[in-house]
């Protein structure tokens, strides 16, 4: 009778790991198959399939952002699809999800690094979670091209195959810095972080800068994200009276802060980085946000004419707004395609090795983008990056453009 | 440096009133639910939290009727307080049956893993239902009292300045000392009170004077939820944005009020919350400025922790409550 | 026919003969494929069927070292997921290792602890600050960053760090009970986490929220362990080290009066067992089999920052040690497992599946609901259901079954008197 019951287990937990192992291979049969090709269309006999991974926060606080980076990219691989076709290949995005997580940006990093059809990543959002991750690639040498990681020790490791679009936290914070002290005449500056790498990376260069130009900062405090209250920073601002509040972090925390500062009568400038270029700071803060400033390294996708072809294709095919993040999306994926272009035409059309599409990326020069040109450097920056001023006038988004800083 | 934390010491006053009212009434639920069944529970937390979306959809959706704009602002917030309560309390009351209940008499560690369980699921579940209706888990609710006063505190003597004032804030506060008044009367005063505190003090004897102990209990979490998620309103009206996880942290705080003031001691609680939201508020506008900048804002969490854990270890009764043998 | 059909499984030969066949079946399949995750699984879940079997425990420990040793390095080895496969790996050993651990504390001397991954922290910064420059910023001699060798000995100075900050939690903790240690921890767990993200200020010790990056890289005979199968490896000799360890102490006078001290303090404490000592070596050992694994963690990830030492961790293995069973071995050891994969694999594929589904239009899910963001709730629910249908879990702890006559009989003579101390009969102790 024990005997049974023992049986009766063992063959309960076999077939239950059974059934879940069976779930997950269903997945990893499907996804290898080509059957579920983005495009809908089966490819034809004897193409053959090259990946293209996203690592973007999908959820947690930034899914909004993660999210638009993944469609920008999406749509950008859709496009280049039949060309790649004509070429022999099958295009697919593989997005992953690395909620803002160290541990499962590497941990994903290591199943992108196993599949072989992958040749390049799109991503990450969270520079905290992008240096971990592409040690990774380098192992593997997977190209990664970033569309918004600003943390100056991307790009400084000397990894062969890491890449970025946007300008670095070392060129936002002084733009950022300048622009407020030069053109908003700020002498003393409150600066508030969240305490996260990037809030950290941004606040620190903006004090550099604001020092180096004859400003005062007048207090330095951190915050607890995921927080609600934050009347205490804003009781230390009431105490100093600065001409202007720099925020190192997010939008949602920054919304807050900016609505429980302007209750309090506080109607100084506020200044953020990228973090706060979303819609949702004008959800959060409502009238608030008027007189608040961003700097960013997106730029307004409306500016250019194949800017504004790209907000309308994006809106008739995920029938939303794109945000400031999903144009990089998608010249990140146009300069990967770039690169893995010239590497096939290299190797005479045929498949090239990870090496050669990653050194193909790095050779990638003056890349007309939807909104940005692309030419990398030694390191991977971009030298084309520029960083763009906005002022938020009207509780709308996207602010309205005051600046443009190049390099 | 005196004089600056003089300055501000007002508006200090006045924002920590406001956080201590909110962790003042989410207390009085832990500490009901303790004092009769020396559980934590630790997903009330999420019920206050439930509470605050709840309050927020029925905000937008009132207000997203025409006719609804004719409502005074004050009418409102009471339809839609009461109907939260009552959801939130039916939650408690939910949670008491399905989690707690048949593990009464499970060694006392069980059911504090089945809590923890459950503020999971609750906060997932909200978070889902806000993801699917808003896009995006932060929901920002409609603007409510947000007439701004000024306190003349100037005027009382020259080295204050002046503190702001929203109206939400005498709203937040006002609600709350009703609340708190009305359990005070409810447990003292009225024949349920009477067998809640019957209840408290020993389960079985209790039964024997034919008191409906299930029931009892029961009761007990209605309110103590009932009071949670009217919370959870208030804390949405003061501060506009929410997010399913603002429940944990503020739960763990509350629970830290509740303990300050004497764990099962609903006076205590009021105490405790009120002590805990102002030492808060302090400790955020202030710790940089009297450590010289080596600890800043960022420490005030260590700060409500190693609370706990002084009283915890020196006066583990807490300042109102009366210090208990160990049954053996 | 039911009897007939478990006689047939109870025969040991034909157990063995199925068990090698499902396993050169599973490890076929796995070598051979080009990417499968059931055979993996499978491969793996053998050595839970090898739990069951009635053999010899020296043997099913043979078996299973040669397993995990040779077999499932070897047959995941064939297709081009190896290193995936053993990322996995070695993150479960982890796991397993950190959850072995906190069984110490919760299942075996009762005591829960909301905020173990602190102590995960302490291993890991340990060996992050001093294998980096960071340790230059406030240490006044030495050359840093140390090389890979140190590795190997801060395995041992991450342990004892971690003890140290066991003891450190447990003496003021030891003054409250039950509920209120939960809490009391789990702030412990918060104020360690805050310190270690703002301890960048006024001396630059652990970096702050900007992580600790390029942690030098354990070297051993001149070679720099880098890949994740090589991590395997290190992984699982500390984990075997680990399951020794606890078995060891399960067993043992300490491990006796830890699970004296859960069932009733009070009445340990009349049988002579001295509380302080036994609670505080229970922290103190369960902290330090989980910071000898955060030195591993931090030489695999090569980066460390405080998001990975959050509540949500500490609650995690929490999970693990409920869902394997409080004080079970075997328990955790599944527990961890389980969580660990489904955590890691199951839910990142059935994502992915679900996106290219939607992405092909065959099925639209609202993204709210993708399998990845599920984390919480499915933890949750397994608490619940645990917790109220299963409260001992999926492999529940046993006790050791004492023949008391026999024990009587066997006593020594002058162990016969009464008034001795350790006489206390051990079939008494675990009521």
Redesign the interface.
Known sequence: MKLNKTFGVLLSGVLSIGILAACSSDSGSSSSSSSTTPTNTEPAEGTKVIKIATQSPLSGGSAIIGEAIKLGAQLKLEEEQAKFEELGYTLQLEPYDDQGDPKKGVSNANLIGADEQIYGVIGHYNSGVAIPSSEVYEKYSIAMVSPANTAVEITERGLKTVNRIVGRDDFQGPAGANYAINELGAKKIFVIQDKTAYGTGLADAFIAAAEEAGAEIVGYEGITIGEKDFNGVVNQILNKKPDLVFFGGLYSEGGIIIKQARDKGIDVPFMGGDGMDSSGLVDIAGEAVKNTYITSVAGDSTATESGKKFVEDYKAKFNKDPEGFSVYGYDSMGVFLTGLESAIKANNGELPSKDKVAEAVRAVKDYKGALTDVSFDEKGDNVNAKIFLYKFEEASYPPVQVGEVGQ | MLQ?VL??LP??LV?GL??GAVYAVVALGYTMVYGIL???NFAHGEVFMSGAFIGTAFFILIMGMGWAAEIPQFILLIIVLVLTASITGLVGVGLER??YR??RN?P???????A??????????V??IA??FN??Y?V?GP?LF?E?ITLKASSISSIF?DA?I?TSFLIVLGVAIVLMVALDYFVNKTKWGTAMRAVALDRETASLMSINVNKVISITFFIGSALGGATGVL?AVQ?????P??G??LG?KA??AA?LGGIGNIRGAMLGGMLLGLM??????NL??LTG??F???????FA??I??LV??FK?EGLLGKPTA?K? | MKAKLASYFSNKWLQVILFSLFIIVTSAALYFSQKSVVSFLLLLSSLLILHYMSLKNVTKWITALGLLFILIPFASSGGPAFQSYMEVATMVGIYISMALGLNIVVGMAGLLDLGFVAFFAVGAYSYSIFATKQASNFMPFGNFPLGGESFWGFLIIGGIMAAIAGVLIGVPVLRVKGDYLAIVTLGFGEIIRIIFNNADRPINITNGAMGIASVTPPEIFGITLSFPNQFYFVTLFILMFTIFAVLRLEHSKLGRSWKAVRENEIAAQAMGIPLVKTKLLAFALGASFSGIMGVVFAAKQAFIDPTSFTLMESFTILVMVVLGGMGSVPGVILGAAVITILNLQVLTELTNWLNQLSLSGALSIPDALSPAKMQKFIFGALLVVFALYRPKGLIPAKNKIFDVKKLKDHRPDHLNNDTEKDSVPIDKVQV
Do not use: H, W
């Not at chain 2, 808060?280 to 506008?285: D, L, P, T, V």
């Open positions: 600056e300055q501000s508006q200090v924002d406001t956080l020396q559980l934590i399905v989690a048949p593990l499970a006392r560690l069980i059911p504090l893993i089945t923890i369980g459950i503020s999971f699921i609750l906060q997932d579940v978070r889902f993801e699917l896009g995006n932060i920002t603007s947000s701004q300045f702001r929203k804390f501060y506009g944005t929410i997010d996880y603002i944990f942290i763990l629970f830290i303990v808060e508020m302090f400790a955020s506008a940089s400025l900048g080596v800043g804002a960022e420490y005030k969490d260590v922790f190693a706990l854990i915890l270890i583990p160990e053996v």
